[in-house]
Nanobody, 118 residues
Framework: QVQLVESGGGLVQAGGSLTLSCAAS????????MAWFRQAPGKERVNVAA????????RYHDSVKGRFTISRPSAENTVYLQMNSLKPEDTAVYYC???????????WGQGTQVTVSS
């Protein structure tokens, strides 16, 4: 059974940085795609970043390009989201997701809150 456990959320001032972690277990993830989504109150869930398990391909939402970096060190079953130059509009619950097909994520973590104060 696939398990995704996020950590690293918290409160940070605008301009600061946070790193989110997603520990993945329960499957051989080779060939899978891992992603980070976020959902702010009253808004739709947005895919902010994604990475193939082998790390060969990444993509980012326009709103975070140049500020966020998704990574998965080859020796770890953990996916990271390094978030720099945070803005109040980055405030949301951030979710880790995993799936085998492009754009299909049947497995989700419980979410971690990120709050950016102005």
């Amino acid at each position: 059974q696939v398990q995704l456990v996020e950590s690293g959320g918290g409160l940070v001032q605008a301009g600061g940085s946070l790193t989110l972690s997603c520990a993945a277990s329960g499957e051989r993830f080779s060939g899978w795609t891992m992603a980070w989504f976020r959902q702010a109150p009253g808004k739709e869930r947005v895919n902010v970043a994604a990475i193939t398990w082998g790390g060969g391909a990444t993509r980012y939402h326009d709103s975070v390009k140049g500020r966020f970096t998704i990574s998965r060190p080859s020796a770890e079953n953990t996916v990271y989201l390094q978030m720099n130059s945070l803005k109040p509009e980055d405030t949301a619950v951030y979710y880790c997701a995993a799936g085998k097909g492009l754009g299909s994520y049947p497995h989700w973590g419980q979410g971690t809150q990120v709050t950016v104060s102005s």
